[in-house]
């Protein structure tokens, strides 16, 4: 049962445009979302996270946005570059998980293609 | 420069053997993770620990086992049991509760390949 869903397993964006990546969650008890990027053969870095106390938080060309009512959040990635090309994880927790299995649960990724 | 190391990148190995993926932190983090990447899969969390000399099992364990005998170190072993080892392997860190804004720290990977 994935409690954390990247419905999209690719997405395709020409350079210069905005990038939408959605994940959509079915668990009420998450209240802190992070996005991750990855490129081939490396570890997924951290990009932003939101506390569901808030619906958008903003870093450079990057925005994260979340929907409670409707468990969706989105990164919107403006405007886009070729070395944003990457795959995409959306992670959630739930409060007082702490850091163990429970702490972050993965979507399964959306590979970003920035065509120039 | 604080991070976590994981070692080697590319790894073979011939079925039946065990072998043993390293990850070492020197970011003071109390709990730290071995996730398992597949494509299509996502990550999928093998094993964690959040305090020394204990671990407990993810969604994947069969066939692997670690070890937290120092706060740095969580060492994976990839065991003849295993019956598809070929992955992606990660390590992740994160201290304590996930309220410091940046989630898990990632290393680099490890690539395992059985032949």
């Known amino acids: 049962d994935q409690q954390v869903k990247q419905n999209s397993p690719s997405l395709s964006v020409q350079e210069g445009r905005i990038s939408i990546l959605n994940c959509d969650y079915t668990?009420?008890?998450?209240?802190?979302f992070l996005w991750y990027k990855k490129y081939p053969a490396e570890g997924p870095t951290f990009l932003i996270s939101i506390s569901s106390i808030k619906d958008k938080n903003e870093d450079g060309r990057f925005t994260v946005f979340l929907n409670k009512s409707a468990k969706h959040l989105s990164l919107h990635i403006v405007p886009s570059q070729p070395g944003d090309s990457a795959v995409y994880f959306c992670a959630a927790s739930a409060q007082g998980s702490g850091g163990g299995a429970d702490g972050l649960t993965f979507g399964k990724g959306t590979h970003l293609i920035i065509q120039p | 420069d604080g991070g976590i190391t994981q070692s080697p990148k590319y790894l073979f190995r011939k079925e039946g053997q065990n072998v043993t993926l390293s990850c070492e932190q020197n970011l003071n983090h109390d709990a730290m993770y071995w996730y398992r990447q597949d494509p299509g899969q996502g990550l999928r969390l093998i094993y964690y620990?959040?305090?020394?000399?204990?671990?407990q099992k993810g969604d994947i364990a069969e066939g692997y086992s670690v070890s937290r005998e120092k706060k740095e170190s969580f060492p994976l072993t990839v065991t003849s049991a295993q019956k598809n080892p070929t992955a992606f392997y990660l390590c992740?860190?994160?201290?304590?509760?996930?309220?410091?804004?940046?989630?898990?720290?990632f290393g680099s990977g490890t690539r395992l390949t059985v032949v």
């Open positions: 620990s959040q305090i020394v000399n204990d671990f």
């Open positions: 668990n009420s008890m998450f209240d802190y």
């Open positions: 992740a860190s994160s201290a304590q509760g996930l309220r410091y804004g940046y989630g898990y720290t």
